[in-house]
């Protein structure tokens, strides 16, 4: 493990996983405890420089889609439009 934010991210994913299986030891749940409880309190949700500003241009068109596609609800058509004109 070289530590990264994505390697701690992935640690951290499968110490919670353990915490909530029924089927691990009570001592292997101490440990994942005691692990994430000397982790940083920042979350760590992969590579900083993913962290960007989306493109409004996408997302105006992905809203658009939303509001054109059949397959969503009323309400979410409405969410989008209301988005959409938001921008």
Request: proline share 7%; net charge negative.
């Amino acid at each position: 493990m070289q530590n990264t934010p994505e390697d701690i991210s992935n640690a951290a994913s499968g110490h919670k996983a353990n915490l909530s299986n029924p089927n691990t030891s009570e001592a292997s749940k101490i440990h994942s405890k005691e692990v994430l409880d000397s982790m940083p309190d920042q979350p760590h949700y992969g590579k900083e420089e993913q962290n960007v500003s989306k493109n409004p241009n996408q997302v105006a068109g992905g809203l658009k889609a939303a509001i054109t596609n059949d397959d969503v609800p009323e309400s979410g058509k409405q969410k989008a439009q209301k988005k959409l004109d938001n921008l």
